[in-house]
């Protein structure tokens, strides 16, 4: 009972195994390259060797007569270039310190130095400078020989300085690349940190601060390392820049491609220039507003993903599961890794294996993908050491979310292989976003709202925000795009939900006189000022509705997701309760694309996406994403968006005056709360949507009570009760008689009072 976790794994031995082979190497190394250093330093050609007779009786080198002898036979065989091999042993050396294994192109590369340097020190320098020994010792002179003999001495030159140049390139060259993509990312994050300070707006605080905060999204902001650019960015050049070959410092200049044609404006200048602007549709905030993308770091180091194949290998001998290993996929947070059973071999040996193997590989879970797509393969995705942060900055700068073209166009973040992911959301064409508190769910929000903000203007995109926590969106108050304040009260929030869907049924009678079937072709049929703006309704929290008015929020919230598609309004929910009473089957149905961020048990995750897998993500920003039209799960790693950024995009277009768009007025009306006693509804007003409809009703059915409208229409009394009111009023019902129902004095089969 009393045995420690790594005794129950059969490879537990391995890990120390390896780690004390590889101390052992790294110390016979250094203790060899110290040897060579003072015998060759103190080596003297008077000096008896086994190759040297002497009239001397004792050696004048440090390291006695095996030193005299390996620094007599080493300027024998290679001359000058005798400390050639002290170089190699050198780099041997430092690459095992690093804890990483030493290619083969290393080993390739000093062997074309050890002909080509020697053989030019023997053409080079005259035999009076390296007497008694020859300049190139025994190995330059044989090659330099054949090459003069068949090229002469200028040929010779210029054969063996190509393969010292080929030695050099593969030995240096990859180390030479990572120290320039190190230096100038380090010049590209000081020119974004330049450019931020000079185009903030006076009083703004400056991206680069250490005190400002961050929605962090670990635990344990230690082991967080920052995410590395992304190779998918295409950037593209001023044409009196040059092409890409022309080399220089232009990266920290580069601009973004926008494939679909829309330009971003310059930044904004300082001095409020744009403030009390109505209508400036052609503003966009400066990319300046986001925090630099971090110089690229390695999440998973060679050294990691050969141990754990390795160990992957060995654990499926152990437990009995023939196949081989077929490389490996690293990512910002997991690593996949490829196995290939053996033919005949039940894909559940594998998956059955799933605690064992965390245990084994001492990670809290493993997430196996059976099969990988486009493979007869199973992918084990295993956490890496360290977690790469995903700049939001990075992914809005992506070619993959460029290409959308959509003002819709939603930055995600990465999936497992590093790759910057974006959807659009009019595709979608609504989204569940679910998870338990503080894995990342309220930052995705943050995300995909400024995903917008950088990419559409008020005349394209317009927002109803409805927030019961009263936090989440309190900083996006202010922004042009809103349609009215943040709703904070579930009443009047039932109100808005209401309202939208009459705005719904105006768009399709709109599109219906124009003879199209969407929003999209609508703009095609009708000139641009006739347009009208995408609507996007984002809920945090959705449970809080739910368990207060579900009787008149769901109705609603499941007619726009039936319907509201084609009219250019979309659905965003978001809950951390996710519950089969909060998100019940007919919301779950409508709402195609879904996802998942950490919960706490498999029930959850079913409740979300209808299998399980959820429970085994690692938090702050892992999740699983169901994409539209498809059962298949994708795993993503959310892009983070720090405070700062979120403040600097709002106070960017805090100076734009809102639109002016008299069909969305009735949206962004105030609305009354009611009191204590109040059921949710709106204070009814001469106009009464539902009026006409109430009349139509109780001529209908030939009777009338607060009841039959209450339950016909799924609303409170106190709007029941106005509605009998005012039919009363204008003589349309009688007076009260007891408890039996009002009598219809007019029975005319009409929409409504004439």
């Known amino acids: 009972m009393g045995m420690a976790p790594e005794s129950l794994s059969p490879l537990s031995g391995n890990v120390h195994e390896k780690r ?26 008077g000096d008896p060797s086994l190759f040297t007779v002497s009239s001397r009786t004792a050696t004048q080198n440090l390291m006695g007569d095996a030193g005299a002898t390996v620094s007599d036979f080493l300027r024998m065989l290679l001359g000058a270039g005798a400390w050639l091999p002290l170089l190699f042993l050198g780099q041997v050396v430092w690459i095992e310190a690093m804890e990483r294994t030493v290619p083969i192109r290393i080993y390739g590369g000093w062997a074309l130095a050890l002909i080509a340097i020697p053989s030019l020190l ?11 020994y020859l300049p190139g010792g025994s190995t330059g002179g044989v090659f330099y020989g054949l090459a003069v003999r068949h090229l002469n001495p200028a040929g010779a030159f210029l054969f063996f300085l190509t393969i010292l140049t080929l030695a050099i390139l593969t030995v240096a060259l990859p180390s030479l690349h990572a120290l320039e993509e190190k230096l100038r990312a380090r010049y590209r994050n000081r020119r974004h940190t330049a450019n931020s300070t000079r185009d903030m707006p006076p009083g703004t605080p400056s991206p680069s601060r250490p005190e400002e905060g961050k929605l962090s999204l670990a635990a344990d902001p230690v082991d967080i390392v920052p995410a590395s650019s992304s190779p998918s960015v295409r950037t593209v050049k001023n044409e009196d ?6 080399g220089g410092e232009e990266d920290g200049d580069e601009e973004p491609e926008y ?27 400066p990319e300046a507003v986001m925090d630099p993308v971090p110089p690229p770091n390695e999440s998973s180091s060679p050294q990691f993903l050969n141990e ?18 077929a490389g490996s996929q690293p990512g910002p947070v997991v690593t996949l890794f490829e196995f290939h059973p053996a033919p005949g071999i039940k894909v559940n040996r594998v998956t059955g294996l799933s605690n064992e193997l965390s245990l084994a590989l001492k990670v809290p879970h493993i997430h196996i993908q059976v099969p990988i797509p486009g493979k007869s393969a199973v992918g084990l995705e295993i956490p890496n050491p360290r977690r790469q942060v995903v700049v939001f900055r990075e992914i809005f700068q992506s070619s993959s979310f460029r290409a959308i073209g959509s003002p819709l166009a939603l930055a995600l973040g990465k999936n497992i292989s590093g790759d910057p992911v974006a959807f659009d959301l009019a595709r979608m064409p609504h989204l569940l976003i679910a998870g338990a508190t503080g894995t990342g769910k309220s930052v995705c929000m943050n995300v995909l709202v400024a995903s917008i903000l950088m990419n559409a203007g008020p005349d394209e995109v317009r927002f109803l925000m409805i927030d019961p926590k009263r936090l989440e969106f309190a900083p996006y108050e202010g922004i042009p795009h809103l349609l009215g304040p943040v709703v904070t009260e579930p009443r009047i929030a039932a109100q808005k939900l209401r309202i939208l869907n009459d705005e719904m049924l105006r768009r399709y009678d709109l599109m219906k006189s124009a003879g199209v079937r969407n ?7 009708v000139p641009k000022d006739e347009w009208f703006p995408y609507i996007v309704v984002l809920i945090d929290e959705l449970a809080d509705l739910m368990l207060s008015l579900k009787k008149d929020v769901e109705p609603q919230i499941i007619r726009l997701a039936q319907m509201a598609r084609a009219s250019g309004i979309h659905l965003v929910l978001a809950t951390q309760r996710p519950s089969a009473q909060v998100l019940t089957g007919l919301i779950k149905a409508n709402i195609p694309t879904k996802i998942a961020f950490q919960v706490t048990t498999q029930i959850d995750s079913r409740v979300i996406l209808d299998q399980g897998g959820a429970e085994l993500l690692l938090g702050a920003g892992d999740m699983l994403m169901r994409p539209p039209g498809t059962d298949a799960l994708r795993r993503l790693h959310g892009a983070f968006i720090s405070e700062g950024e979120v403040h600097r995009i709002v106070e960017s277009w805090s100076t734009v005056a809102p639109q002016e768009d008299p069909p969305l007025d009735r949206i962004s009306g105030t609305m009354v ?3 204590d006693d109040s059921t949710g509804e709106e204070i009814v007003e001469e106009d009464d949507s539902l009026y006409p409809e109430a009349v139509q009703l109780v001529r209908r059915q030939r009777k009338a009570s607060t009841s039959l409208i209450q339950r016909h229409f799924r609303i409170g009394y106190n709007r029941a009760a106005r509605l009998i009111e005012r039919m ?17 004095l007019d029975r005319k089969e009409s929409n409504g009072p004439i």
């Open 259 to 285: 494939p679909s044609g829309k330009e971003i404006s310059p930044a904004r200048p300082s001095g409020g220039q744009h403030k009390g602007i109505r209508g400036d549709t052609a503003f966009r905030p």
């Open 728 to 744: 009363e009023t204008e003589g349309i019902i009688g007076q009260q008689e007891g408890s039996r129902p009002r009598p219809v």
């Open 673 to 675: 709360a009611g009191n």
């Open 241 to 246: 820049e040059g092409g890409p070959d022309d």
């Open 308 to 325: 754990t194949e390795r160990t992957l290998a060995e654990f499926f001998r152990t437990y009995g599961v023939p196949g081989r290993m």
């Open 122 to 132: 023997a053409g080079a320098l005259p035999s009076s400078w390296t007497s008694p």
């Open 519 to 525: 929003i999209g072709e609508f703009r095609k049929a």
């Open 20 to 45: 004390l082979g590889r101390y052992l190497r790294l110390t016979l190394g250094t203790s060899l390259l110290i040897f060579l250093a003072l015998s060759l330093a103190t080596g003297h050609p």
